[in-house]
C-alpha cells in the first residue's frame, strides 16, 4: 500500500465506514472496548440519521506533547494507518486546509478536503482540533477516488485523573460515499477506529523518546 496523507487525518476509514454501524441512540452507546480504547456511538446533532462516534484512551504522556504529535500534519503518512496521500493546502497559523486520500481496503479509496482549526488553552492544559468538510477548497473529484461529501469531527486532549497525564477523545461523523460492504464495516468497528486512536498515541510515545 502507498503512503503519503485528520487533522481529520487517519479519520477515515474509521470515521467513513464507522459511521455505517448499526442504528445510534439518543445518549452515549457503549459498542466495544479494545487494548485501551473506549469505542462509543449516539445520535449526531440536528437529528442526523448518520451516528456519530468516540474513541477515548489515556496515555502517561502530557496533553501538549500529544496535542504536538496531532498537529504534525505533514508526518501523518508515516504512522496513520490507510492513509495514502496529504498535501497541505494552507496553514494560516490556528487553521489549515488539508487534501486527504484514504486507501481502503476491496473498495475504491476516498479522498477529501478539510479545514482544521486548533484551540488551545495552555493554562488548562486542553487542546482542541476540529475538522469540518471543506471540498471547495482543494482538488475537483478524480475517477481513481469516491470523493467523502461531508465529514467533521475534532481530537480533544486534556489532563488525565489527578491532573496525571492525559485523556484524548476523537470524535466523528460523516457521510462516506460510495457503498460499503455491511462485512467490511464491521470489520472497520472493531479495527479501524482503535488502530487510528494507538498509533497517534504511540507516534507521541516516540517522540516524546527521541528528545
Known amino acids: 500500500m502507498s503512503r503519503c496523507a485528520l487533522g481529520a487525518g487517519g479519520a477515515v476509514l474509521a470515521g ?11 445518549e452515549w452507546e457503549q459498542l466495544f472496548q479494545k487494548l485501551g ?17 468516540r474513541a477515548t484512551a489515556t496515555s502517561p504522556l502530557e496533553p501538549s506533547e500529544i496535542f504536538n504529535t496531532l498537529w504534525r500534519h505533514p508526518e501523518y503518512p508515516a504512522f496513520i ?13 490556528d487553521e489549515r486546509i488539508t487534501y486527504e486520500q484514504i486507501a481502503m481496503p476491496l473498495v475504491r479509496d476516498r479522498d477529501y478536503t ?17 475538522f469540518t468538510s471543506a471540498n471547495e477548497a482543494g482538488p475537483p473529484p478524480d475517477s ?17 485523573s489527578e491532573g496525571k497525564g492525559s485523556i484524548v477523545r476523537y470524535d466523528v461523523r460523516g457521510e462516506p460515499g460510495g457503498a460499503i460492504p455491511a462485512w467490511l464495516a464491521s470489520l472497520a468497528q472493531r479495527e479501524a477506529i482503535v488502530d487510528l486512536v494507538r498509533a497517534v498515541l504511540a507516534r507521541a510515545q516516540d517522540i516524546g523518546h527521541r528528545h
Do not use: C, F, N
Open 16 to 26: 467513513i465506514i464507522l459511521l455505517l454501524a448499526s442504528p445510534a441512540g439518543a
Open 37 to 53: 480504547v473506549l469505542v462509543e456511538r449516539r445520535a449526531a446533532p440536528g437529528g442526523s440519521s448518520i451516528p456519530e462516534l
Open 81 to 93: 494507518p490507510h492513509l495514502k496521500r496529504l498535501d497541505l493546502l494552507s496553514d494560516t497559523g
Open 114 to 130: 478539510v479545514r482544521i482549526r486548533r484551540r488551545v488553552d495552555p493554562k488548562a492544559q486542553r487542546y482542541e482540533i476540529t
Open 144 to 160: 481513481r477516488h469516491v470523493r467523502v461529501k461531508g465529514i467533521h469531527g475534532s481530537w480533544t486532549v486534556e489532563p488525565g
